[in-house]
């Protein structure tokens, strides 16, 4: 897609140009998915994301707080590299502003004039008052004549309640004040507010677009800007906002978080539209896309992780009863525990949000949704596919498991593709899930890259990864999802397919409408856990050469080839029980002939033998739960079990430290006794208690 630098050159700009604003929303120190203002997802750490946005040069952030607590925000995870101490949203403040290089608007719980100057001091440039405008007359004017009132935001939430009239909303759209959003803008701008922050309760989360008439009927009633949100689904959905609503400015909250270079996207889309907005960039002068470690800290981290090991008194004291009470509780339908690996919340009911999707998703059997979504891609495919068979049509990351073998015929048999299969090989392969995958180039009739790492180089990652965020598979997660999308850079293929959506598929992270893509943020956040592969140079003699096989392609490129990572799962019902018997009768899959240790399936993770094993020992040493959980959970959605027969499985599986262990130990050079000190040191007090050398936790009932 081209940047028109060179349109902007004609374009006559008289006043401020209109601005592309990302919104965040915060609930308990994450970055949430919302819908309508009731149902919220949660999405990920927000330094991750404020880094990237400032990466892209973004015109203005805007971040709000919708936590129902001002003491539960919380980012402490000893396997995390973006974390941070402290329980309360001037905290998240202060983090987000070290890497905030553009403007920042915050709003949530500002209540008094004290409010306002704490989060000035945090790092904001401007604040969003909401509620206490309405419930306090003077707020606004006090706060405009104290800070300016080019720092005071005023933020509207709007409900449609018939035709042309909608009413203001309050307390997080609880409370009707029946006023309309216009005369209140008007009495806001008289009281001193420099801006309005607009947002529709109907269309949030929608991807509906904007509700332009709304827009158009505030904007057209005061002098002071007007930020409008809620509903953005496409990039053009931001068009009729500027030119016929007259808005300065739109902000998109979930339509950014889905996409690679989405601002970028977007930005361009406003451009060649002729919207006046200021050009989009790829790198920012301030902040590079991958972190730059303060290597001394991260060293000092790593020191004290080793000596913590070997002090029992660290122990007792970190996770005494008294000082580390648990606090998980876990869905009343599956199996999961609020202390999960994948972001999670449960509604008043204590259903989590995976089976709520769950629930949706099966709906979707009774009426036309999936075939409407099977339409969607077959339209995406077409626009990408080779229609000269000058090159293979898409690129499909595979391991050599069941959900490689069914997206590989999925995507050759019914849409008829040529797929080029690309494997990242991390040496850890089960006989039988070696063969599985030698078996796909002839299964299938089609070419197959098998990108190979030295042995050398993954014997250190392995080491190190484990020491440093107790997970020795860091260079697998990484690989996989980097080297397809190298690949496909490199041969100039734009479209990437992956199995299902993990978060989706088990925690319900998204709405079954969102289509969310690989983007590198997802890929540094959630499979990196904030550790990219330049902070493993000078480790262990480690070089930049050895790391290159984990270098992500460049946005310039990503960009230029229009790269796309897709989700087949997100367009095709997900049943891997189903999967299996076609996998197997058609093409000759193999499951496990042994049970594995840790869960009762036989079909999963035959390409690594670590992650039903001690990988998966870890993820319970860390969280309390494993493998078994993630699969009754899965069962249990699926009407395969109850939660009764679950229980008595997690409570076998979950706890059991696997045989391959040994394999391991000999591979990396270690001894049990050190492998199980540092493990126990990324064990999470919220989970564990440590009383008379003993480890004790709560148990799923």
Not at 138 to 148: P, Q, S
Not at 206 to 213: N, P, Q, T, V
Not at 618 to 623: A, G, N, T, V
Request: net charge neutral; aromatic share 10%; charged share 30%.
């Amino acid at each position: 897609m081209r940047i028109l630098e060179s349109a902007m050159n004609t374009l006559k700009i008289s006043g401020p140009r209109p601005r592309l604003i990302p919104l965040l929303l915060i609930k308990d120190g994450l970055i949430v998915r919302s819908q309508l203002f009731e149902f919220h997802q949660l999405i990920g750490n927000p330094v991750s994301t404020v880094e990237r946005y400032s990466h892209w040069n973004v015109d203005e952030l805007v971040v709000l707080d919708i936590s129902k607590s001002d003491n539960k925000h919380d980012l402490r995870r000893d396997d995390l590299q973006q974390s941070y101490e402290g329980n309360n949203i001037l905290d998240v403040l202060k983090e987000i502003s070290k890497v905030c290089y553009m403007p920042l608007t915050f709003g949530g719980k500002i209540k008094t004039l004290d409010d306002i100057e704490k989060r000035l001091i945090a790092g904001a440039d401007k604040v969003v008052i909401n509620s206490s405008a309405y419930k306090n007359k003077d707020l606004i004017t006090e706060a405009a004549k104290k800070f300016g009132s080019q720092c005071i935001v005023a933020g509207i939430d709007a409900k449609f309640i018939n035709a042309g009239n909608w009413n203001v909303f309050i307390d997080g759209g609880k409370f009707n004040t029946k006023m309309s959003p216009d005369f209140w803008a008007q009495e806001l701008q008289e009281r001193g507010a420099g801006e309005i922050f607009l947002n529709s309760i109907d269309r949030d989360g929608s991807a509906l677009g904007y509700d332009i008439e709304l827009i158009k009927k505030v904007s057209e009633s005061i002098n002071i800007p007007v930020v409008a949100a809620g509903g953005a689904g496409e990039y053009s959905d931001i068009i009729p906002v500027i030119n016929i609503a007259k808005a300065s400015g739109v902000a998109i909250g979930n339509l950014l978080h889905f996409y690679e270079v989405s601002y970028l996207k977007a930005k361009n889309v406003a451009l060649e539209n002729g919207i006046p907005m200021r050009p989009p960039s790829f790198e920012s002068e301030y902040i590079k896309r991958e972190p730059n470690y303060d290597r001394n800290n991260e060293n000092v981290k790593l020191e004290r992780r080793i000596t913590n090991s070997k002090d029992k008194s660290y122990f007792v004291k970190k996770y005494s009863k008294n000082n580390s009470p648990s606090k998980v509780k876990w869905c009343v339908k599956c199996t999961y525990p609020s202390m999960s690996a994948a972001p999670m919340e449960f509604d008043d009911k204590g259903v989590c949000t995976g089976c709520q999707m769950s629930m949706i998703k099966d709906s979707f059997k009774e009426d036309s949704s999936w075939d409407r979504k099977k339409e969607t891609l077959r339209k995406l495919v077409d626009k990408y596919k080779s229609h000269d068979n000058s090159r293979h049509d898409v690129v499909v990351a595979v391991s050599g498991g069941k959900d490689s073998y069914f997206q590989v015929h999925f995507l050759k048999e019914e849409l008829g593709l040529n797929p080029l299969l690309v494997t990242y090989d991390g040496n850890n392969w089960t006989d039988i899930g070696w063969q599985n995958l030698l078996n796909m180039k002839d299964a299938f009739s089609v070419d197959h890259v098998i990108i190979r790492p030295s042995t050398s180089t993954l014997i250190k990652l392995n080491k190190l990864a484990f020491y440093i965020m107790g997970d020795m598979n860091w260079h697998a997660h990484v690989g996989i999802m980097t080297v397809p999308m190298k690949e496909a850079t490199i041969r100039n293929i734009p479209l990437v397919f992956y199995g299902e959506h993990g978060y989706l598929d088990l925690c319900g992270q998204f709405s079954l409408d969102d289509y969310p893509e690989v983007t590198y943020r997802d890929r540094l956040e959630h499979f990196a856990r904030g550790f990219e592969w330049n902070y493993f140079v000078g480790r262990d003699n480690l070089t930049e050469k050895d790391m290159n096989i984990w270098k992500y392609p460049s946005d310039k490129d990503i960009l230029k080839l229009d790269l796309r990572g897709i989700f087949l799962g997100n367009y095709v019902h997900w049943e891997a029980n189903e999967h299996i018997k076609l996998v197997t009768e058609k093409y000759g899959f193999r499951i496990n002939d042994q049970p594995f240790e840790r869960t009762y399936r036989r079909m999963s993770n035959l390409d690594d033998m670590h992650e039903n094993g001690i990988h998966d020992y870890l993820k319970y040493i860390k969280f309390g739960y494993g493998r078994a959980t993630d699969h009754t959970s899965k069962d249990i959605r699926a009407g395969l079990m109850s939660r009764e027969e679950a229980i008595k499985l997690v409570n076998h599986h979950d706890p059991i430290k696997s045989s391959d262990l040994k394999r391991w130990l000999n591979y990396v050079d270690i001894d049990e006794e050190e492998f199980d000190r540092i493990a126990d040191t990324f064990r999470d007090p919220r989970v564990w208690e440590y009383e008379n050398e003993k480890w004790f936790k709560k148990n799923i009932v």
